[in-house]
């Protein structure tokens, strides 16, 4: 009795859950807090919309409050910037991006895709497997021998490295369009990487 050791390869496609979109309100109020900072002027009109257009108050998060000041000292008119983060599901940006478009003074600083892995990582898995049989059945078949059991299994998940760090900002001005909400300014509002499983098998073999 020996050992055949089988390694695959499986991708497959997934798509974006929602996006995590970084935004820049300037301002003049010195409020701190998640829910002061929403209740502020400067991001009073954003998130009625937002939350008017489905999303929830626990998608709209205070990330961080800059002063402007060379002394870094708070005063009672202080201008400071505001940074929010907005999470959206893929059917919302489009929406969510037309509300921006309308706000004077927000900036978007980058959008980040978020993706669910799991379930599809199971899925893959499966498959791997699947592929790893065959392979062994065909291998064991031209060696002369069977295969009468599975020693040991291991498999790693990942992403696709040149898609897993995709972002963008505003760069091109596109909130500046004032594009009619929804938005439809050319951009396709939906991303997809490549999931894969390694998968190496070692399995019991006999004559």
Same mark, same amino acid.
């Given at each position: 009795?020996?050992? %055949?050791? *089988? &390694? #695959?390869?499986?991708? #497959?496609?997934?798509?974006?859950?929602?996006?995590?979109?970084? %935004? !820049?309100v300037?301002?003049?109020?010195?409020v +701190?807090?998640?829910?002061?900072?929403?209740?502020?002027?400067?991001v009073?009109? !954003?998130?009625?919309?937002?939350l008017?257009?489905g =999303?929830?108050d626990?998608? $709209?998060e *205070?990330m961080? $409050?800059? %002063?402007?000041s060379?002394?870094?000292? !708070? &005063?009672k008119?202080?201008?400071?910037? +505001?940074? @929010?983060?907005v999470a959206?599901t893929a059917a919302q940006l489009?929406?969510?991006v037309?509300i921006?478009a309308?706000?004077?003074?927000?900036?978007l600083?980058? @959008?980040?895709? #978020?993706f669910e892995? +799991?379930?599809a990582g =199971?899925? /893959?898995?499966?498959a791997a497997?699947?592929k /790893?049989?065959?392979?062994a059945?065909?291998?064991?078949?031209t /060696?002369?021998?069977? =295969?009468?059991?599975v020693?040991?299994i291991s498999?790693? #998940?990942?992403l696709?490295?040149?898609?897993?760090?995709?972002s963008f900002?505003d760069?091109g001005? %596109?909130?500046? !369009?004032?594009?009619?909400?929804?938005?439809d300014?050319?951009?396709? +509002?939906? &991303?997809?990487?490549?999931?894969?499983v390694?998968?190496?098998v070692d399995?019991?073999?006999g004559?």
């Amino acid at each position: 009795m020996g050992t %055949l050791r *089988v &390694s #695959v390869q499986h991708d #497959v496609p997934v798509t974006a859950t929602k996006a995590r979109l970084h %935004l !820049l309100v300037p301002g003049a109020s010195g409020v +701190f807090g998640n829910a002061a900072v929403k209740k502020a002027a400067e991001v009073r009109a !954003l998130t009625t919309e937002l939350l008017a257009a489905g =999303i929830g108050d626990e998608d $709209i998060e *205070v990330m961080g $409050i800059r %002063l402007l000041s060379e002394s870094g000292k !708070l &005063s009672k008119n202080q201008r400071v910037e +505001f940074q @929010l983060c907005v999470a959206a599901t893929a059917a919302q940006l489009s929406a969510v991006v037309g509300i921006l478009a309308d706000q004077p003074n927000v900036s978007l600083r980058s @959008l980040n895709w #978020v993706f669910e892995t +799991f379930e599809a990582g =199971i899925a /893959a898995s499966q498959a791997a497997l699947e592929k /790893a049989r065959r392979k062994a059945d065909a291998m064991a078949a031209t /060696a002369g021998v069977r =295969i009468i059991g599975v020693k040991e299994i291991s498999d790693s #998940v990942s992403l696709s490295w040149e898609e897993s760090g995709q972002s963008f900002g505003d760069a091109g001005g %596109l909130l500046r !369009l004032r594009a009619a909400k929804p938005a439809d300014i050319g951009v396709d +509002f939906t &991303s997809s990487r490549n999931l894969t499983v390694h998968m190496t098998v070692d399995y019991r073999i006999g004559e």
